[in-house]
């Protein structure tokens, strides 16, 4: 594995056809997810030569605590079907890098389980609008010992993700045929992670969408537990933001008003991100919308998802003013190939990535990142950073 596209490929050959397209699936005719990477690849670096760049460093402190690296693990549902204990690996992993970690509300290990293996990770939730389980399931983050709550905000209904249904993944999972036969023709993945999981704990269930125990992955009931976001609103916000006292940041802002509005909730921090192009197909890509929204963000942190497959995607969302970002598919694939030992070998050919990019940009800090170092191939000059060119 020398890259984390390559762990794409191999996951492909471990996981059964149905589970590795939910995970690589989009919506519809996937424009928002090919848009993702289009719009790194527009733009080009602008490096500076001749500086001493013997002293590099590419720490990043983000809501009080100081991480090794400005990327994260995005919160992906159901990673316990891509890997055995998938969301424990995915937070051990990244508490061993020392860098952030956040659990998906639809994921299959209790939130609990989960912090006491990796304390410091983040939680991600999908939220009703139905203030008694809200206030429930805050609580119930809150005794976990979170000190990190992102809120999901762009899935007010399911996505329109047809790829998913042609892979022959649904939600619920439903037994037959095709899924048996899916199944034994990846041996590895049917011993290592649905046979050991049964066996040692039973059939998953959606353990953190609400305050208590969700449905099992192969009820009727998921359907009815993933209904009523379309009630959620910043009222809402506002009222969680009276409540929650650790750090809150909302994923899945695109609108440099939604950011103002954010602001305006006391919100510490967004993630500019379309969700992985899996909601509103042609949704514009994070990147492209990232400088206008960082000007509207205030003093919040922002953060971006989507599309970022190399270190050097990293430092083009940074030099767009992005805090740190977050990276989701090729972890998840990691974890199907080697468990946490994936995981630690992506996370390190990354950050290895972007030393070594900010070493040939003539850089040794993040902190010295601007839009002076891009170049847009589809604009006839460099992005000037707004207060001038860097010394």
């Given amino acids: 594995m020398l890259s984390l596209p390559d762990f794409e490929a191999a996951a492909r050959r471990v996981l059964p056809r149905p589970i590795f397209g939910y995970v690589a699936g989009a919506a519809e005719d996937n424009r928002a997810h090919d848009d993702n990477r ?39 549902g159901i990673a316990a079907l891509s890997a055995y204990r998938g969301d424990i690996v995915l937070a051990r992993a990244a508490a061993q890098a020392q860098i952030p970690a956040v659990l998906s509300g639809s994921s299959l290990i209790a939130l609990e389980t989960v912090m006491a293996e990796a304390p410091g990770t983040w939680f991600q939730a999908y939220l009703p609008g139905t203030n008694e389980r809200i206030d429930a399931l805050l609580r119930r983050v809150a005794a976990a010992g979170v000190q990190t709550l992102v809120i999901t905000v762009d899935i007010p209904v399911a996505g329109n993700r047809e790829n998913n249904l042609r892979a022959g993944f649904s939600t619920p999972l439903r037994p037959g045929v095709r899924l048996a036969w899916d199944g034994l023709t990846r041996p590895r993945w049917l011993l290592g992670t649905l046979l050991q999981t ?30 009523e976001r379309d009630h959620f609103d910043w009222t809402h916000i506002a009222r969680i933001r009276r409540q929650w006292k650790g750090a809150l940041v909302i994923k899945g802002i695109l609108s440099p008003l939604d950011a103002a509005q954010a602001h305006r909730h006391g919100v510490d921090g967004i993630i500019v991100s379309n969700h992985g192009g899996r909601q509103l197909d042609s949704a514009v890509a994070p990147l492209r919308v990232l400088p206008a929204i960082v000007e509207r963000a205030g003093d919040m942190t922002v953060m971006l998802d989507g599309g970022i497959r190399r270190g050097a995607d990293v430092l ?39 030393d070594r990019n900010l070493a040939m940009l003539g850089l040794t800090s993040l902190d010295d990142l601007g839009p002076q170092y891009l170049f847009n191939h589809r604009a006839p000059h460099p992005l000037h950073h707004p207060h001038g060119d860097h010394p």
């Fill in 198 to 227: 049964l066996a040692r704990h039973g059939m998953p269930h959606f353990e953190n969408s609400f305050a208590d125990r969700g449905a099992p992955i192969l009820s009727s009931r998921v359907q009815r537990d993933f209904a």
């Fill in 38 to 76: 289009r719009a790194f690849d527009e733009l080009a670096f602008v490096p500076r030569v001749l500086c001493n760049v013997a002293h590099r460093q590419q720490q990043v402190s983000l809501f009080g605590t100081t991480y090794a690296s400005p990327f994260g693990i995005a919160p992906m």
């Fill in 316 to 354: 083009k969302a940074m030099a767009l003013g992005a805090r740190a970002v977050f990276v989701g598919r090729p972890f998840n694939y990691a974890a199907a190939v080697d468990g946490e030992a994936g995981v630690a070998v992506a996370i390190d050919l990354l950050r290895a990535e972007i």
